[in-house]
């Protein structure tokens, strides 16, 4: 309790000093640096070499959509060469197999394979909706309805691999959902809605792309 004490009266004493003493703050937008273990620098060239696909919509493609959407950006963000190398995957233990990878990079330099695993899924979900009542003694009862949408679900763990040691540099697993009034939603329509959110995940802060913060600077 006494440590909490003078914690707050610290914090009273310094709000008192900065409003006392006639300052001025001033709100800035700064690029900010994200850390991220994933050192870009250390690497010429992304190999895509496809994505184990658990499950996809009927006539939907879903390794040659993700390879299609990433590849150019990695091209563009990382200005990395980008070359398109289908690769066997035949489970989950290959990811984690350094002989397997190293293996595939030969004589390619200082190669990173993009790949993982990936899966698109659609369901149609029906919901009750509810009107509030405009007055709370309207006697009329409350109007319901059932509607259906279409929800898509799109996860992908995304495994980012150095060719010479085999060894995995970047491990991230994402989830995203999005519902659709439209329970005819085409599914090419959702997945660039959904990929779009893991770009942002994936190069803000996963790839170390400077990030848009506020910062308040004191004007004496």
Not at 30 to 37: F, H, K, N, Q, R
Not at 50 to 76: A, C, H, Q, T, W
Not at 162 to 171: K, M, Q, W, Y
Request: aromatic residues 10%; charged residues 30%.
């Amino acid at each position: 309790m006494r440590k909490n004490s003078r914690a707050v009266l610290g914090l009273v004493l310094l709000l008192a000093a900065c409003r006392g003493g006639g300052d001025t703050y001033r709100k800035m937008r700064l690029e900010i640096p994200a850390y991220s273990p994933f050192q870009a620098q250390e690497f010429e060239q992304a190999v895509f070499g496809g994505f184990l696909v658990v499950k996809e919509p009927e006539g939907f493609d879903l390794n040659k959509e993700i390879i299609d959407y990433m590849s150019p950006e990695f091209e563009r963000r990382l200005q990395f060469q980008v070359a398109v190398r289908p690769i066997a995957l035949e489970g989950d233990e290959v990811f984690r197999n350094t002989d397997f990878w190293k293996s595939q990079s030969a004589g390619e330099g200082r190669s990173l394979f993009v790949t993982g695993k990936a899966e698109l899924t659609r369901e149609t979900r029906k919901s009750v909706l509810g009107r509030p009542k405009p007055d709370i003694d309207d006697p009329e009862p409350q109007e319901r309805g059932i509607v259906e949408r279409a929800l898509f679900v799109f996860n992908l763990h995304l495994y980012l691999i150095r060719g010479d040691t085999g060894e995995i540099v970047l491990d991230r697993e994402f989830k995203e959902t999005k519902a659709y009034p439209n329970t005819q939603q085409r599914a090419d329509f959702a997945f660039y809605d959904l990929v779009q959110r893991v770009k942002t995940k994936l190069f803000r802060p996963g790839l170390s792309e400077d990030r848009l913060q506020e910062r308040y600077l004191l004007v004496k």
